[in-house]
Nanobody, 121 residues
Framework: QIHLVESGGGLVQAGASLRLSCAASGDSFSYPGRAWWRQAPGQAREFVAAVDWNAGTKYYSADVQGRFTLSKDNSKSTLYLQMNRLKPEDTAIYYC??????????????WGQGTQVTVSS
């Protein structure tokens, strides 16, 4: 199994930036798919961005393309989400997730505890 711990959320004003971190431990090698999802109050969880840890290929939702950037530190097994030009509609709990198959969104079955991001207008 893989264990995921997120950090870096907070309260910011619109237009500001935040960087989220997701540290993995355990059997991380078996789960090359790493992704960020988010869930706003009263809404379903939605895909934000994902990376194939081995290939380095990155995927972004249309809502965040051009504003959010994934990066990773292999030595720390940590995934980062740099969020720029934040909007109030980015307000949500952000979850880190892992999967055996990076591009099968339904395969993301391991989740962190989430970190709150709040963007004020």
């Amino acid at each position: 199994q893989i264990h995921l711990v997120e950090s870096g959320g907070g309260l910011v004003q619109a237009g500001a930036s935040l960087r989220l971190s997701c540290a993995a431990s355990g059997d991380s090698f078996s789960y090359p798919g790493r992704a960020w999802w988010r869930q706003a109050p009263g809404q379903a969880r939605e895909f934000v961005a994902a990376v194939d840890w081995n290939a380095g290929t990155k995927y972004y939702s249309a809502d965040v393309q051009g504003r959010f950037t994934l990066s990773k530190d292999n030595s720390k097994s940590t995934l980062y989400l740099q969020m720029n030009r934040l909007k109030p509609e980015d307000t949500a709990i952000y979850y880190c997730a892992a999967a055996r198959v990076p591009t099968v969104w339904a395969d993301y079955g391991y989740w962190g505890q989430g970190t709150q991001v709040t963007v004020s207008s």
